[in-house]
């Protein structure tokens, strides 16, 4: 479905020099025209200048900050806006943190993308937007969304280089990033990321820190011995998992066999050599490599046994499976893709209705899960 260009609900008008927006907006520049967002209950082609609001000239105005990067009036626009609203940036971003903790995502995303076209080289808008983005994407990716979790992410990621480039640095920047390369099993960067935290906060006193920057700097130093220590930094198991994720499974597993030979403890590695078996389907192997993993410290992750339990479904020993399963929903019991596969492993046993509740307690989770909504949708049709 094509998306809609916000662009497309924005008229642009010449104010009179008269005008009168508010007590504290600016002098009217009347060569420059002002754009103005169109009301939702107007019909097409009834668009009347002289009926116009404040609210829709501020909204015009945000509109154009967010989509239209190009516009050759954009230091007027913003110049406007902070005449007319001095504390808009505040707002917005209340605004937006809101809208995202609500899982408003489509709303929360406009907001973003005008407090940064309002005022781009704001620090924390940056890191911001960049947390925004990857939130996002694990929310399509814990609905299956892959595609969709991979672009964000990939923006996610542009936004935490920017917001680390930052000057002066910002501290919580590198600690932000450091998770979402760690969750890309992108370790040598994470560690790099903990690294700059660590050194930035280096010089402050547990009074500056407080509470929670002191659990910080612990959690970051924790990170980065347990990298180090595990050797997980080797260049040869980042080239193994970015060949795994893009689709290369066996020259991935080729690099991270050579890594296991030197590293035989290290349980990510053998969930690495599982996950890269189990995309091409060698069941049976995958099953060892995880179990191999969990002996060696992966039994405290819950991806490790939702991975084992996969494998388990495929070969029909839905006892493990279910045991694997449970196991995983133990350590993380809000995790709608755990929660889905207990309702695939029911469906797969004839368990109509234990599969029903599963759905459609991944739907209470998530009520824009499609992938559960349309598992509901054939048990609903009897299919």
Not at 278 to 286: M, P, S, T
Request: glycine share 4%; with cysteine; charged share 30%.
């Amino acid at each position: 479905m094509k998306t809609k260009n916000p662009l497309e609900s924005i008229y642009f008008i010449t104010l009179p020099e008269d005008y009168k927006f508010s007590d504290k907006a600016m002098k009217i520049d009347t060569t420059i025209e002002i754009p103005v967002q169109e009301k939702t209950n107007d019909a097409p082609g009834s668009f009347n200048p002289k009926e116009i609001t404040e609210e829709q000239i501020l909204a015009g105005l945000l509109t154009v900050l967010a989509y239209d990067k190009k516009n050759p009036h954009l230091d007027y626009y913003r110049a406007f806006v902070k005449a007319a609203k001095p504390n808009i940036k505040t707002e917005l971003c209340e605004a937006a943190i809101l809208k995202t903790k609500n899982e408003d995502y489509e709303l929360a995303e406009e907001i973003f993308l005008a407090l940064l076209g309002y005022d781009p080289e704001d620090p924390a808008v940056i890191l911001n937007m960049a947390l925004f983005l990857d939130q996002r994407a694990e929310s399509y990716r814990r609905q299956g969304l892959y595609d969709d979790a991979d672009a964000y992410d990939n923006d996610a990621n542009n936004y935490y280089e920017q917001a680390m480039n930052t000057d002066p640095e910002i501290p919580e920047a590198f600690f932000n990033a450091g998770f979402f390369y760690l969750k890309q099993h992108r370790y040598r960067d994470a560690k790099d990321a903990f690294d700059n935290y660590l050194a930035l906060t280096c010089d402050l006193t547990d009074e500056e820190l407080g509470e929670n920057g002191l659990y910080k700097k612990e959690r970051a130093q924790e990170i980065v011995n347990n990298i180090v220590s595990q050797n997980m930094d080797d260049e040869r198991f980042k080239a193994a998992y970015d060949l795994i994720a893009s689709g290369q499974e066996e020259k991935g597993l080729e690099q991270i066999r050579l890594f296991i030979q030197n590293n035989q403890k290290v349980w990510n590695a053998w969930f690495m050599l599982g996950w890269g078996l189990r995309k091409l389907g060698r069941y049976e192997d995958a099953k060892k490599a995880f179990l191999e993993a969990i002996e060696c410290g992966g039994d405290s992750n819950a991806d490790t046994f939702n991975e084992l339990s996969l494998c388990y479904m495929e070969s029909k020993e839905f006892d493990k499976a279910e045991d694997a399963l449970k196991k995983a929903f133990a350590l993380e019991p809000e995790s709608i893709k755990i929660i889905s596969n207990l309702g695939y492993l029911c469906l797969a046993q004839g368990k109509k209705q234990e599969a029903r509740n599963y759905f459609t307690a991944v739907l209470e989770y998530d009520p824009n899960d499609k992938i559960a909504a349309s598992e509901l949708l054939k048990l609903e049709q009897g299919e």
